[in-house]
Nanobody
Framework: QVQLVESGGGLVQPWGSLRLSCAPS????????IGWFRQAPGLGREGVSS????????NYADSVKGRFSISRDDAKNTVFLQMNNLNPEATAVYYC???????????????????WGQGAQVTVSS
């Protein structure tokens, strides 16, 4: 069983930056493809970014391209989501999700992911 722990959420002003971290336990990170999803109040879960097990493939939602960057450090067993130029529409709970997958697999669809973290609140407000 994989457990995922997100950290790095908080309150930030518009145009500010935050970096979210996701650390799995129960599996080593190099066995997992990782996705970041978010859910704002009253809305469905949205795929934000994902990275393949080998780190060679990444996906981004159109709404965050050019502002968010996903990366993984297998030595630290951590995946990062760097979020820059944040706007109030980014306010949501952000979830890290994992799937034991083939090396190149990655997806922004939440359905294939088997394991989910508890979520980290990100609030963008002045």
């Amino acid at each position: 069983q994989v457990q995922l722990v997100e950290s790095g959420g908080g309150l930030v002003q518009p145009w500010g930056s935050l970096r979210l971290s996701c650390a799995p336990s129960g599996f080593t990170l190099d066995q997992l493809a990782i996705g970041w999803f978010r859910q704002a109040p009253g809305l469905g879960r949205e795929g934000v970014s994902s990275i393949s097990r080998d780190g060679r493939r990444t996906n981004y939602a159109d709404s965050v391209k050019g502002r968010f960057s996903i990366s993984r450090d297998d030595a630290k067993n951590t995946v990062f989501l760097q979020m820059n130029n944040l706007n109030p529409e980014a306010t949501a709970v952000y979830y890290c999700a994992a799937r034991a997958a083939l090396y190149s697999w990655t997806s922004l669809d939440h359905a294939p992911y088997s394991f989910w973290g508890q979520g980290a609140q990100v609030t963008v407000s002045s």
